[in-house]
């Protein structure tokens, strides 16, 4: 992933470097073979280097520790380089030279090479070397403990977002931080190195053409125009990129890296304003006080929502560490902007951070090297906390937005659930290329079929009715299949479903279900069995429990004897001209009047919570049947095997059922 936020390397700062640069290289002695790709390298001119270093590697003779100090230098120009492949050659060739004897970080580089590209295994076992060698163990610990989640998310993803490359704005080259550049989301400005940028020179970083701004238009279908540059008041022979506008896109904010043919310049944010359909000259927007600080780095802007805030990131002293995202407040009464921020600890952390954008919403995205991700760089989210600059503590965004490659530079569609993202993973044309990303919206179905319950045929002609709680209705009748002529039906996010089932002849039934709270689409496949209707017959229900020998509910973490009850107080709901006896049943133990007197007051009890619950009263009939009809005999209760066989069969005599006494009741 291209920076254009370097870090420090000798007296000058480079103009562009990757962002996986070590912020302090570690020095090694050179010599006049090596001096020149030593040079370069210390530059962060790592595609000179590499390509030095190798001509300097064929004409190295016998001494086997600098020849294995080279290779580890061209590997780590191709680490750098994101051209991970070549990297992983000749950190091997550095390790079979034994140069890793001494220098254990070329086992955690190496990893960090196989991590890069998905082979988390590898990974693991090189960063376990590293620790073995004498490397720092909790970084060695926190990249396994990276591995390992992110092969488990790559397993386990259940994201909805979806990401595709941007084919018609992508070129071989490097393309990434994309912007939006009007309120309805349709102009866009992004950083490209493509064959048309304005710098003619070669970067030695990237042997590429240096950075510019491009625009390009997307209209409501999804179809690109060609890119163009921004124009020769804003790109210029250095590198351009990081991109921010005000909320009503006349001002645009930008990263600069002025580069002239000797020497590299801190970075800069610059400034121009709109003058009809094009941009005005650029101008510094002086952060830094460069006769104070002549060397620290600042670029990356990002503007919140409202005009108030700008963030940006910088190396200046008083951060966490490496590069962190800084922040300065416009204040009205001096109508100007005030000292820049560090944003702390709670959103910084000792690795670097990079390309901020800021939501419509005033969530915050960045980007960062830190440990935790999935390899390379990952973008993380913090949620504004709804105060000026407070967020609540960044998380990782989940696989695809997030992979083993570099991933940065998120931002959101000032209206919609999409945006863009910029990434090196294995889907891109060439170098960084730009992503789209979308969540697609939530959709949920609901598909009944109806069944007789003891034939287990479908049955025709059945009406179905939906009722959302927000009123909406929808009905239907059953095929010869036992679902509705339409298949199914879409019903909505964030709401609760109640389902009526009626067919003449049958008990009606029905349940609820619920989209709240779920976070991918669904459907609701149901299976309804109703029963025909037919008087005087046991219809078994829920268990009912009593407390031994009295009439009184069971109601503890075992048993809810209420719960099954309110099957009843539905059923008699959906079926409002049904009147039914309620019968109570007691086992063979005891007198025979003591369990006639039992069941009655049980039945009594059940007959006394349906009314409590709203049935009529003259709809309900208890009757105590005492031990007289019981399902297993006593004989067949002795036979069992064991006294909890035998405790089970007296249990099952002990039940509560009803029957349906008349189906013609009219309510009053």
Not at 55 to 70: P, T
Not at 450 to 458: N, R
Request: aromatic residues 12%; charged residues 25%.
């Amino acid at each position: 992933m291209l920076n254009l936020i370097p870090g420090r390397s000798g007296a000058l700062s480079t103009a562009v470097t990757f962002v996986l640069t070590l912020f302090c290289l570690q020095g090694f002695a050179q010599n006049d073979i090596t001096a020149d790709a030593d040079a370069s390298f210390d530059r962060g001119g790592y595609f000179e280097a590499a390509k030095d270093y190798q001509v300097a590697y064929a004409k190295l003779k016998g001494d086997i520790d600098e020849k294995g100090r080279v290779c580890y230098r061209i590997g780590e120009c191709y680490r750098l380089g994101r051209a991970l492949p070549a990297a992983e050659e000749w950190y091997k060739r550095a390790i079979d030279l034994k140069w890793a004897a001494d220098h254990p970080e070329v086992y955690k580089n190496y990893g960090l090479v196989f991590m890069g590209q998905g082979d988390f295994d590898d990974a693991v076992e090189q960063f376990q070397k590293y620790k073995d060698n004498g490397g720092d163990a909790t970084m060695a610990s926190s990249f396994i403990s990276s591995c390992n989640s992110a092969a488990e998310s790559l397993v386990v993803a259940e994201s909805r977002f979806v990401v595709e490359p941007l084919v018609m704005a992508n070129s071989p080259s490097f393309d990434f931080a994309m912007a939006f550049a009007d309120k309805r989301g349709e102009d866009v400005i992004f950083a490209s190195s493509r064959s048309s940028s304005a710098g003619s020179g070669e970067d030695p970083i990237t042997g590429e053409s240096y950075m510019d701004l491009f625009s390009a238009e997307v209209d409501r279908k999804g179809n690109w125009s060609i890119p163009e540059p921004l124009g020769n008041t804003i790109n210029s022979p250095s590198n351009e990129g990081g991109v921010t506008l005000d909320s009503k896109f006349k001002t645009l904010y930008f990263t600069r890296c002025v580069v002239d043919k000797d020497n590299n310049f801190p970075c800069d944010i610059y400034r121009a304003e709109r003058v009809g359909s094009r941009w005005g000259a650029a101008e510094e927007f002086p952060i830094l006080d460069r006769a104070v600080d002549d060397s620290s780095q600042v670029g990356q802007p990002a503007m919140t929502p409202d005009d108030m805030y700008m963030v940006f990131v910088s190396d200046m002293q008083g951060g966490q560490g490496g590069r962190d995202l800084w922040y300065i407040q416009w204040d009205d009464s001096s109508e100007e902007w005030g000292a820049p921020t560090n944003m702390g600890p709670g959103i910084n952390s000792s690795s670097d951070e990079f390309f901020p954008s800021i939501r419509k919403n005033g969530d915050l995205y960045f980007a960062s090297s830190r440990p935790g991700g999935m390899g390379g760089l990952d973008i993380l989210k913090a949620t504004w906390a709804g105060d000026g600059m407070n967020f609540e503590a960044p998380e990782f965004m989940e696989y695809p937005i997030n992979t083993a490659s570099d991933d940065f530079a998120l931002v959101y569609h000032p209206k919609d659930e999409k945006g863009f993202l910029s990434s090196d993973r294995p889907e891109s044309k060439g170098k960084d290329d730009l992503f789209a990303f979308s969540m697609p919206p939530l959709e949920f179905e609901y598909v009944p079929y109806v069944y007789d319950y003891d034939t287990g045929m479908p049955i025709v002609g059945a009406t179905v009715t939906v009722t959302g709680n927000e009123g909406d209705s929808a009905s239907g009748e059953t095929d010869e299949e036992g679902g509705i002529d339409e298949g199914s039906w879409e019903i909505g996010a964030e709401s609760t479903y109640s389902v009526s089932i009626s067919m003449e002849g049958y008990i009606n039934a029905g349940d609820q279900f619920s989209t709240v709270g779920l976070s991918k689409s669904t459907n609701f496949i149901k299976e309804y069995l109703l029963r025909e209707v037919v008087t005087n017959e046991d219809y078994p229900m829920p268990l009912v429990q009593y407390e031994f020998a009295k009439a009184d509910l069971i109601v503890d973490a075992a048993v809810n004897s209420k719960d099954s009850l309110d099957y009843l107080v539905d059923l008699l709901d959906r079926n409002p001209t049904f009147a039914i006896s309620l019968e109570a049943h007691t086992d063979t133990r005891g007198g025979n009047q003591a369990n006639d007197v039992l069941s009655q007051r049980r039945a009594e009890t059940c007959v006394n919570y349906l009314v409590e619950r709203g049935i009529e009263r003259e709809r309900l009939q208890p009757l105590g049947r005492g031990e007289t009809m019981p399902l297993i005999s006593d004989a067949a209760i002795a036979a069992l095997a064991t006294e909890e066989e035998r405790e089970a069969a007296h249990q099952m005599n002990r039940r509560t059922v009803f029957r349906i006494t008349s189906f013609d009741y009219v309510p009053e």
